[in-house]
């Protein structure tokens, strides 16, 4: 039995997107494989509010988040972290020999842009990480007020992870002056994993010149130059199957409207914020709760496993709470092609089961 997935990635996929990968395959070096990376390209721009350049990667997010950290660093990389996935990003700094130094707060509490203020005014790191959704904490970093201190620092390269937030969440890209804003498939545009997103600015680009050292598989500046130099085409092999499933969902996405999508996720969160509130604790400092995803405190000192089995049995699956919260915590995700009935059926379930 297929179960419904309530999981921070890799969510539910409606059947139609997922007939568009059975689309023939194209020759990869050919025009009809440069329209659709331009086609792409065009509709993502609209969806990260961007006149900058999109680069695809036939990765995870995470492909692409070491990517810019090793193609933008130049002096040092500042990474701040909220939980699990921005320290993934020291460690890839690290792993990569470039110099790095992490600024963690307490798990369930956001950066402050004071801090980053504090931080960049050292004048050590011309590199910035931020991770605009956290899903092991469900924290959503107030990304607009960070973005206001990094403007103070025009040589700094803003870089920030919206891997779990992109298409479930507003993003102004241009308006924030974000120079890599990283995305993947499986999470809020709601296709299968196996491929990676970012908006590339021309400052990022200018700065990637400069880093001699920039790998070769997951180098910016590689994947930029076969946009402009060669028509959208892709260094090496891409994922057709994701980029034709890619493309037709973006046009859904467009045409329910961001507003309206960035709404709905606004109104799931709600719906499971509300029954959290009542019937355990939210695990995120309520000033910056995710629109996408809700990390729960288990009060109850439920069974967390036992409780997903018997969802199992239903056709339905949430997640155990991440590393060090597991049991401490749980999560249910509402984003991608998730509405409030789902989300409704999914809680009248978990209801029936802790007898609620």
């Not at 469900?138 to 103070?152: F, R, S, T």
Request: net charge negative; aromatic share 8%; hydrophobic share 40%.
């Amino acid at each position: 039995m297929h179960k419904k997935l309530f999981i921070p990635g890799p969510v539910e996929v409606r059947s139609d997107v997922l007939e568009k990968m059975a689309t023939p395959m194209i020759g990869h070096r050919g025009k009809d494989a440069s329209m659709l990376q331009h086609n792409i390209s065009d509709k993502l721009r609209k969806m990260f509010y961007t006149h900058n350049d999109i680069l695809l990667s036939t990765t995870s997010g995470s492909g692409l988040m070491e990517g810019a950290v090793r193609s933008c660093t130049l002096k040092g990389a500042a990474v701040f972290s909220v939980g699990a996935f921005g320290r993934r990003w020291f460690e890839m700094a690290q792993s990569n020999n470039i110099p790095s130094d992490i600024f963690e707060v307490e798990w369930g509490q956001a950066n402050q842009d004071e801090q980053v203020d504090q931080v960049l005014a050292s004048g050590k790191y011309d590199l910035l990480t931020v991770t605009h959704n956290e899903t092991s904490t469900g924290i959503m970093n107030p990304i607009e007020e960070i973005a206001q201190v990094v403007k103070k620092y025009p040589e700094v390269i803003f870089c920030v992870d919206a891997v779990s937030s992109a298409g479930g969440s507003k993003i102004e890209v241009d308006k924030l002056g974000i120079d890599v804003c990283i995305t993947s498939t499986q999470k809020a545009l709601g296709l299968p994993p196996g491929l990676a997103i970012c908006t590339f600015s021309e400052k990022a680009r200018q700065r990637a010149e400069k880093v001699p050292f920039r790998g070769y598989y997951l180098d910016l500046m590689q994947l930029y130059k076969y946009i402009i130099e060669k028509d959208y085409q892709y260094p090496s092999t891409p994922s057709l199957p994701h980029m034709f499933a890619l493309d037709y969902q973006l046009d859904n996405i467009l045409q329910e409207g961001l507003d309206n999508r960035f709404n709905r996720h606004i109104e799931m969160a709600e719906y499971v914020r509300s029954w959290a509130r009542k019937n355990f604790a939210i695990f995120a400092d309520e000033r910056y709760m995710s629109n996408t995803l809700t990390t729960i405190t288990n009060t109850r000192d439920i069974d967390v496993g036992a409780l997903n089995k018997e969802l199992g049995l239903r056709g339905f699956q949430i997640s155990n709470g991440y590393g060090k919260m597991k049991e401490k915590t749980f999560r249910i995700a509402h984003m991608a092609d998730c509405r409030l009935d789902d989300i409704k059926e999914l809680i009248g379930n978990i209801d029936e089961i802790l007898g609620l």
